[in-house]
């Protein structure tokens, strides 16, 4: 069984900085592709980060350049680093975990993240 959680996000400043993690339980870490989704009120879950078991990573249009993702597989972690936030950068962050034998995803509780102007 696979359990996700996050943790990180809060309330902060245009321009200010959040790094979120996320926690995986279970013995499959490695051999996974991670990612970070975001869900504002009224809109669609979008894609925000990937980042690979080989750690190969991918960003949308609209954060590349300002956040970063990461994992460490010995703690089975995997990180947002958001830097330049934007109020349109608000939005609940949803943790997800692709395991790359099966194809089954799994999705944390989310993390909300809120930026004034």
């Known amino acids: 069984q696979v359990r996700l959680v996050e943790s990180g996000g809060g309330l902060v400043q245009a321009g200010g900085s959040l790094r979120l993690s996320c926690a995986a339980s279970?013995?499959?870490?490695?051999?996974?592709?991670m990612g970070w989704y975001r869900q504002a009120p009224g809109k669609q879950r979008e894609l925000v980060a990937t980042i690979t078991s080989g750690g190969s990573t991918d960003y949308a249009g609209s954060v590349k350049g300002r956040f970063a993702i990461a994992r460490d597989n010995a703690k089975k972690t995997v990180y947002l680093q958001m830097n330049s936030l934007k109020p349109e950068d608000t939005a609940v962050y949803y943790c997800?975990?692709?395991?790359?034998?099966?194809?089954?995803?799994?999705w944390g509780q989310g993390t909300q993240v809120t930026v004034s102007s």
């Open positions: 279970g013995s499959i870490f490695s051999r996974t592709d």
């Open positions: 997800n975990l692709r395991v790359i034998r099966s194809g089954n995803n799994y």
